[in-house]
């Protein structure tokens, strides 16, 4: 049964990435590979909003309760973390003394959740942060496809959709059903032109009676308040494209529109030119070194991806494909946090 292998698999996935979190933590605790951590690290977040359980949550990944930050943020601090924004860490760093650690906090998208939930718990911390805006999700123009997908399947028994050699029938009547069926869409967009399946995605949607941009309304900031968060001195604004494509698999000109296009959005908004840069999905095969190189002509001082790992006194040399750490929705306990700061797990991924 397909179904039953995609949810063993993923079990699978998660109990490795549990134990090695695990692994890492008593290595850490142990004094072990201490040279793996690194001088600094840049945390990246989605969601922060108290939990609502859902029996099918296929993006829990993406969200962090308030509880959590607040936890994590002591944590690092406890352990001589010194919290610095995102566009300060390379001069900090450079100067530094070698005991000297420095942590930035950055959150993708541009959720309302950001400023409604998280912004208390990073000012209460003194934490400065940066909120990568997706231009097209502030002004309604886009859709975000993975929010409207789960609302889809959550809403059928079944659905019939054309994934390109005629329609299928897909069953949502349990959990795995339906974590399947988000597979195969999200492989489906991912694999294609991501503009005309988004759009197919869309229709299918609205058929069902989903309207996906009241989806985008009810999650995403609106301009006047990106002007009010940024009213916060801890608070900063990055690009992240309008579209949220994956830049790879566009035109190198289209890939470069959407960055200017995307930093002037936010310049607008806060009469300031962003200097950092997150990408779309920021994995390999998402991005290259192509897209680097673009970043840097768009006129950015930083570019982050979201492959993991630490910052050395290296990382700046180019700063154009830094690596964040996830703050993972699945793996919410203090001590994965500390295993991740460590930069154990990423050591072992390595060898």
């Not at 566009?250 to 959005?265: C, F, P, V, W």
């Not at 768009?298 to 910052?311: D, N």
């Amino acid at each position: 049964m397909p179904t039953l292998k995609n949810v063993m698999r993923r079990s699978i996935k998660h109990a490795a990435i549990a134990g090695g979190l695990e692994l890492s933590s008593l290595a850490g605790r142990a004094g072990l590979m201490s040279s793996a951590r690194g001088r600094g690290a840049i945390f990246t977040l989605h969601h922060v909003r108290p939990k609502a359980e859902q029996a099918f949550d296929p993006n829990a990944h993406l969200e962090i309760t308030p509880e959590f930050l607040d936890e994590t943020l002591t944590l690092l601090a406890a352990e001589g973390y010194q919290f610095v924004p995102l566009h300060h860490m390379a001069a900090r760093m450079a100067i530094a003394r070698p005991e000297e650690r420095f942590a930035a906090f950055t959150l993708d998208d541009g959720y309302r959740n950001n400023a409604v939930h998280a912004q208390p718990v990073f000012t209460e911390h003194r934490a400065p942060f940066t909120v990568f805006v997706t231009g097209g999700f502030c002004c309604r123009t886009h859709s975000i496809w993975w929010e409207t997908l789960t609302d889809l399947l959550r809403a059928r028994p079944h659905i019939e959709f054309d994934f390109g050699s005629g329609p299928v029938t897909l069953p949502l009547a349990t959990s795995w059903q339906k974590d399947a069926a988000f597979n195969r869409f999200a492989a489906f967009i991912q694999s294609g032109d991501e503009t005309s399946r988004v759009a197919s995605l869309d229709k299918a949607a609205k058929a069902h009676g989903i309207d996906p941009l009241l989806i985008t309304e009810r999650l995403i900031m609106r301009e006047p308040e990106l002007k009010s968060l940024v009213l916060n001195p801890l608070a900063t604004l990055g690009a992240h494209t309008i579209s949220h494509r994956a830049l790879a698999r566009l035109e190198e000109h289209e890939a470069l529109e959407e960055m200017q296009a995307s930093a002037e959005r936010i310049e607008c908004i806060t009469g300031v030119r962003p200097v950092a840069f997150a990408f779309p999905y920021g994995f390999g095969g998402t991005v290259t070194p192509r897209e680097y190189k673009l970043a840097a002509e768009a006129g950015f001082e930083l570019a982050v991806t979201t492959v993991p790992g630490t910052l050395d006194h290296r990382s700046f040399d180019t700063a154009m494909a830094l690596p964040r750490i996830s703050v993972n929705g699945l793996y919410q306990k203090r001590k994965y946090v500390a295993a991740l700061a460590s930069g154990i797990p990423f050591k072992l991924m390595r060898r």
